[in-house]
């Protein structure tokens, strides 16, 4: 089920649904009226019982209002309307199911009893009956269930940092509206032996992703934008390799990563002079990975196209946006979109990699920032753990206090399975198999439904977890560069929210980390002794060009050839004929080139053996990147 409004025609189990959004007060309240709070309870339909969680508050103008949410439909944020209660009577409702049928009407019949500060019926439609009841709750019952679920897991937490070479971490759970856990691990600085606190700024990378696709479901609501109307609708210059993907690329296809669009990530890492609308125009030149819809393949290039089309109907920058439709009115002061604005405030993180298979804090190294001013709206933004519960309450609920930001239909649809990620089937134990919503990975955990998203960004590793069905949220920082700790900590805490026994995640990451690095140290593997190449090196130097890649430089000097792209370096090592192979240069600041594996760089020659063009596999899902020679 999705977003729903009394005025829409929806049968069966919707019915219920509608009809218990309409039992609610208007009238002033008495001594046995319903009292404001959490109410809580079941739609007895038989075989399939439907959980209700409502908020009764009353209005300034003496009516009451009522907030409803199905976390096993996944629905949140839910109004009433057209609610009529007389204290201490019984209650009987005619509810219209379809505006066109004047006949279609649902009836109730039910009454607020003060001794057990409960709300109790029955529902009628087409000779059908359903009972029902909901509870005043104790406001506090979850979140103190929580904390004691939760007591001795900092400890556990500390333990796990050096044996997954995790300099820092800040951990935040969020429970019914509220933190039952803010807590920093370990160190932000180093150097200076700075501690992480709850408030400590990290880079949280991809998830990012998930403010862009909240923005994009605002836009829907307030119909600027739809989620199926072709992108080439809003930006007539929008292009993709494949005549056919242009023409049908959809806002869907590119927040759920089904363009078939490959990742191409050195097309905008660390390319400071490459704009987002210069990207924008260069993704006709990159070849996809896979058929239009034929699969999930992740894709920043993506989604910093839709928040190109963002900026475009709006004329508003996409950074403007997120700050003031979204940043803004849930007060998350401390999230921002560049590192300088980070490294400005008092407690935030350094990035750092580990030099070797030691989890000793001597044995890592920081990592430097890398430019991406192309791409802000797939993974630019900046946040404490302290922020993203804030993130996470609003993704729970649409709502910032009172204000409703997102509809629940829309909100709906960010959770909602897009796209079957074959590829990930049976990624553990605990996940049987995975998909992607708009911006958001969908997995059952456990048997229970989750929505996720993690990130890895300049010397930092994030995950975010959300589980509707407990109104709960996870959010788990760390200031090492691809580490499995964010993961392992937000799946024990779904353990324990969950009331399981630990899947042992934590025990089976750490012997699968400590075997790895027993035989990176032990195998250390060396490269071969580089030949002589056919031509001398300055033959082969010389600026290679790509429209979307841009600049590849080749320089001789007297160790051989250096290769260059947006700052990256490596050395060129011959490996036979006009073929070579990238390693790395310890002369070099940044050294990811090399990280692309030992696919070959080939220099083509024409006909008077001189170099005009190369080719290197870039992107390992497709085929090498052609550079054209132009001096």
Known sequence: MKGFTASTHRPGLLAILLLLASMLPAAAPADDAPADGSYSGTIEVPGMPVEVRMTLSQADDGGWLAVFDFPEQRISGLAATDV???AGSPVYIGLPLDDEDESNVAEFSGQYDPATASISGTYYQSGMSFPFSLTLSDPNAEADTARARLEGLSAEIAGWLQPLRAPGLAVGVTVDGQTVMAEGFGVRDIEDELPVTPDTRFHIASTTKTFTTALLAQLVDEELLDWDTPVIEYAPDFALWDDYATAHATLRDLTAHRTGLARHDLVWLNHAELDREQLFAALRYLEPAQDFRERWQYSNLSFAAAGVIAERVTGQGWEELVRTRLLQPLGMEATTFDVAAMEAAPDFAHGYRPLGPSGDLSNLEPVGHFA????????????????MLKWLEFQLTGRAGA????????????????VHMPQYTFSSPETPLTNYGLGWFIAPYRGHYAVSHSGIMDGCTAEIMLLPELSAGIAVLCNGQMNALPNVVAREIADRLLGLESAGTAERVISIVTQMAGQSDSEDAQPGEASEPPLEAAAYAGSYLHPAYGELSIAADEDGLHGELHGFGCRLAHRQEHEFVLQDDPADELNYLPMVGAAPLVFELNEAGVAVALTCRLDPTVEPIRFERSS
């Open 84 to 86: 009529e209660v007389e």
């Open 372 to 387: 991406a001013p192309s791409v802000p709206a797939s993974g630019s933004m900046q946040s404490s753990v302290t922020d």
């Open 403 to 418: 204000e409703q930001l997102l509809s629940a239909e829309q909100l709906s649809e960010l959770h909602t399975p897009q």
